[in-house]
């Protein structure tokens, strides 16, 4: 197989993977009807235990992040057939964390544990959103963070959960972790992977020198090495399977969630 058959090979197999967004663009269509969790489902018991930060509206809000971030890189891959060298694994990485939240949020069984996820998720938005208010104005929001912060702790504590823990801090290393726990393969994939993809999107020098293709070119001055650095679709197919096996599993614990049955 030449090389060009293998990266062609490659680009078929990602591209059956980004086709499976297909009915999950349909769900998120905003002219379509909203899928509310059905009364007495484990959902719906959980969006009354967390209102007004519900559970099911975060669970969809991640999911709709991930699918439109892999809608997006579809479009730019397939139907505009450009590979860049560095910005699709910035969209890959979007996709896998958001789709890994959703995950994180959904799987346990044990609702006090859903719940907490759920009250740490909010207090990293309410912490993000107030930390980028605070570079704008000095003036206070209709609430201080803190008091939207006690809204959390008052959640937990009405429902008997560790009002610490439930505003503990919260970042994507540990979500991500969590998530990949689920999975058959284990947390070490989807790690690495959400790792390589940052590392890219900021422009780490490891990340480069390792992820995309390089050739050396001569000529260089002494100690130094001059490289051509191009697209690896290797490494950026292996990073979009892993982005939608995460995305579907995502839509299954919310749709199993959903169901009416044992809460």
Known sequence: MTAEDAERRLFGEMFRHLDRIEPWLQRMDPDGPYERPQERSALSRDDKETHPHRMS????????????????????????????????????????????????????????????????????????????????????????????????????RRRGIDAKAAVQRLGYAEIVQVAGD?????????????????????????????????????GAPPGLVGMRITANVETLSFAVRLAVEMTDAGWRLYDERSRRGPT
């Open 57 to 156: 509206h975060a669970a969809w809000h991640s999911l709709s992040h991930a699918v439109d971030h892999l809608n997006c890189l579809r479009t730019l891959l397939k139907d505009a057939q450009m590979m860049h060298m560095y910005a699709p694994y910035s969209i890959a990485r979007a996709a896998l964390e958001n789709a890994c939240a959703a995950v994180w949020l959904l799987a346990p069984d044990d609702r006090a544990e859903r719940i907490l996820r759920r009250l740490r998720l909010a207090a990293l938005d309410i912490r993000g959103g107030e930390a980028a208010r605070r570079l704008l104005t000095d003036e206070p929001g209709r609430r201080t963070e803190e008091e939207r912060v006690e809204e959390l702790r008052e959640i937990a």
């Open 182 to 218: 689920t999975s058959l393969a284990g947390s070490v994939p989807f790690q690495f992977t959400w790792r390589m993809c940052s590392a890219i999107a900021h422009g780490d020098l490891w990340a480069t020198l390792n992820v995309v293709s390089r050739e050396e070119i001569p």
